[in-house]
């Protein structure tokens, strides 16, 4: 069974920074795309940053040149650094690998960790 873990999330002040980080256990034979997604109170969850088995990595408009996500697929982490944060990046965040186990490829999610950012 795989499972995520989030953590660092918390509460800081507009133009404040933080890191994310996310570890997966469990059987795992491969991981393909790892990636971070937030949902905001009464919004659907958005993708905010991903990044590729190649090294390619996609933002959301509203997050590229604040936040930078690196995953390391050998360790099974994907850290999220987030600067200048704004009151409206606040929300649950989750992490997100694609990946394979003994029941095959699937994507799986951590339980979330909570942003809020104070103006």
């Known amino acids: 069974q795989v499972q995520l873990v989030e953590s660092g999330g918390g509460l800081v002040q507009t133009g404040g920074s933080l890191v994310l980080s996310c570890v997966a256990s469990?059987?795992?034979?491969?991981?393909?795309?790892m990636g971070w997604f937030r949902q905001a109170p009464g919004k659907e969850r958005e993708m905010v940053a991903a990044?590729?088995?190649?090294?390619?990595?996609k933002y959301s408009d509203s997050v590229k040149g604040r936040f930078t996500i690196s995953g390391d697929r050998a360790k099974k982490t994907v850290t999220l650094q987030m600067t200048n944060l704004k009151p409206e990046d606040t929300a649950d965040y989750y992490c997100h690998i694609y990946a394979l186990s003994p029941t095959g490829w699937d994507n799986h999610w951590g339980p979330g960790t909570q942003v809020t950012v104070s103006s």
């Open positions: 469990g059987t795992i034979i491969g991981i393909t795309d």
């Open positions: 990044v590729e088995k190649s090294g390619t990595t």
